[in-house]
């Protein structure tokens, strides 16, 4: 999981539980996501590490104890944290904290059908951004003429059809990291 890669699965884990971000922050060494779920005022704090502070790339019980440390005086309720790998210790310490771990060896496990509505719903609003509306039947949609794409959000979305059809769980999530990619440029 590169520097890159951790930011895009703390947005794959935001956009995939449906958090809305309030806020977001980059560090030296990591990029702070200030998120929430629809349904309360729950304060979440997603921190992804871009790079560990030891030469052995593990990310540390220093580096959660930091995290617990900034998660309590800054009153989150919860804290994710994501990164390359962690030792032990840091293991140990985010269990006790009651702090999610993801990285290279352990991912969560959003199920196909969760991740491909997700999808489709980001299709959906994305589609109302760019053109206005949302396309019931494919006639509608301007983004394939003669069999040639001329809207990457189209393309994602048969791409992501066919992802589904053959349950690639983890082409899907790209898929859903290049809808949030062009969401983003749309909103800037």
Not at 17 to 38: G, H, I
Not at 169 to 180: A, G, M, N, P, Y
Request: net charge positive.
């Amino acid at each position: 999981m590169s520097d890159e890669q951790t930011v895009k699965k703390a947005k794959l884990i935001s956009a995939l539980r449906d958090y809305d971000r309030k806020r977001t922050k980059s560090k030296e060494r990591s990029v702070d996501f200030t998120v929430s779920p629809p349904e309360n005022d729950e304060k979440i704090l997603i921190r992804a590490i871009t790079e560990p502070k030891s030469k052995s790339g593990y990310i540390n019980v220093d580096t959660v104890r930091e995290m617990i440390d900034f998660l309590e005086t800054k009153n989150y309720d919860k804290g994710i944290l994501i990164g390359k790998r962690f030792t032990n210790a840091a293991k140990r310490e985010m269990k006790k904290a009651n702090i999610e771990l993801f990285s290279d060896n352990f991912s969560p496990n959003f199920r196909l059908e969760r991740v491909y509505s997700t999808v489709c719903n980001y299709v959906e609003k994305l589609c109302k951004a760019k053109c206005g509306k949302i396309p019931v039947k494919d006639s509608d949609c301007k983004g394939l003429v003669d069999g040639n794409y001329s809207c990457d959000i189209r393309l994602i979305s048969d791409n992501a059809d066919f992802h589904h059809e053959k349950e690639w769980i983890t082409f899907l999530e790209r898929d859903l990291v290049k809808l949030l990619a062009i969401e983003r440029e749309l909103n800037e």
